[in-house]
């Protein structure tokens, strides 16, 4: 699979990378939930990759856990472009692209990934590294926890995309995402045809379910 888009529209700054026969093309687009903010961004980055949509072999993003809005804006252009398109979609957890991108930066084999949802709670994630293949492993399915849950988890090492100042574990070590480490995932996960409407992740957010239902 030579050529791929992929968007991340889980964290509080939206990430659009290309991959092509010359390189992996990418760009962050400051928080926005104007889709056509966003469709600019990615017609930017295609033109850097000298690729249309037509010319892409898959759709990748991130479909959570993460910001609400974020995903649902993210979730309404990836289900336009497989409308259009035809063509199959990978979809990642983001705790995971977390978790793939601190094996890039840090000198951990086992980890928590941690992001905000709501006051009182958030995203919890616990992988392994599978040295074989180099790829993070889920321990257990990604969920949410209460703050309050935490302490179960608290003799792992923890990481995060985003600045927490609400959980009682610390420290928690910053993450920068990690093209590479990404790139790894893609390559790594089975496409998939959509015959229905591509869902974000929530994760039974209390606040999100509310609003979803």
């Given at each position: 699979?030579n050529?791929?888009?992929?968007?991340?529209?889980?964290?509080?700054?939206?990430?659009?990378?290309?991959?092509?026969?010359?390189?992996i093309?990418?760009?962050?687009?400051?928080?926005?939930?104007d889709?056509?903010?966003?469709?600019?961004?990615?017609?930017e980055?295609?033109?850097k990759a000298?690729?249309s949509?037509?010319q892409?072999?898959?759709?990748?993003?991130?479909?959570?856990?993460?910001?609400?809005?974020?995903l649902?804006?993210?979730?309404?252009?990836i289900?336009g472009?497989?409308?259009?398109?035809?063509?199959?979609?990978?979809?990642?957890?983001?705790?995971?692209?977390?978790?793939?991108?601190?094996?890039?930066?840090?000198?951990?084999t086992?980890?928590?990934?941690i992001?905000?949802?709501?006051?009182?709670?958030?995203?919890?994630?616990?992988?392994?590294?599978d040295?074989t293949?180099?790829?993070?492993?889920?321990?257990?399915?990604?969920?949410?926890?209460?703050?309050?849950?935490?302490?179960?988890?608290?003799?792992?090492?923890?990481?995060?995309?985003?600045?927490?100042?609400?959980?009682?574990?610390?420290?928690?070590?910053?993450?920068?995402?990690?093209?590479?480490?990404?790139?790894?995932?893609?390559?790594?996960?089975?496409?998939?045809?959509?015959?229905?409407?591509?869902?974000?992740?929530?994760?039974?957010?209390?606040?999100?379910?509310?609003?979803?239902?």
């Amino acid at each position: 699979m030579n050529n791929l888009l992929f968007i991340d529209s889980s964290q509080p700054n939206i990430f659009v990378a290309v991959q092509s026969v010359t390189g992996i093309h990418k760009q962050w687009c400051k928080r926005t939930w104007d889709s056509q903010r966003i469709l600019c961004t990615i017609e930017e980055v295609l033109s850097k990759a000298q690729l249309s949509l037509s010319q892409l072999d898959a759709f990748a993003w991130s479909h959570g856990p993460g910001s609400f809005t974020g995903l649902r804006v993210g979730c309404a252009v990836i289900q336009g472009f497989t409308t259009v398109y035809r063509k199959p979609v990978i979809a990642l957890s983001s705790l995971q692209i977390t978790a793939q991108s601190v094996v890039t930066q840090y000198d951990a084999t086992v980890m928590a990934i941690i992001e905000p949802a709501d006051q009182r709670g958030c995203y919890l994630g616990l992988y392994r590294l599978d040295e074989t293949s180099g790829l993070t492993q889920p321990i257990e399915a990604d969920c949410y926890k209460s703050y309050n849950e935490l302490t179960a988890f608290e003799a792992m090492p923890w990481f995060s995309r985003n600045q927490i100042t609400s959980c009682p574990i610390e420290p928690i070590r910053p993450v920068e995402l990690q093209t590479e480490a990404l790139q790894l995932l893609w390559l790594n996960t089975e496409p998939m045809v959509f015959d229905r409407p591509i869902e974000p992740l929530y994760l039974n957010c209390p606040n999100y379910q509310k609003v979803a239902s």
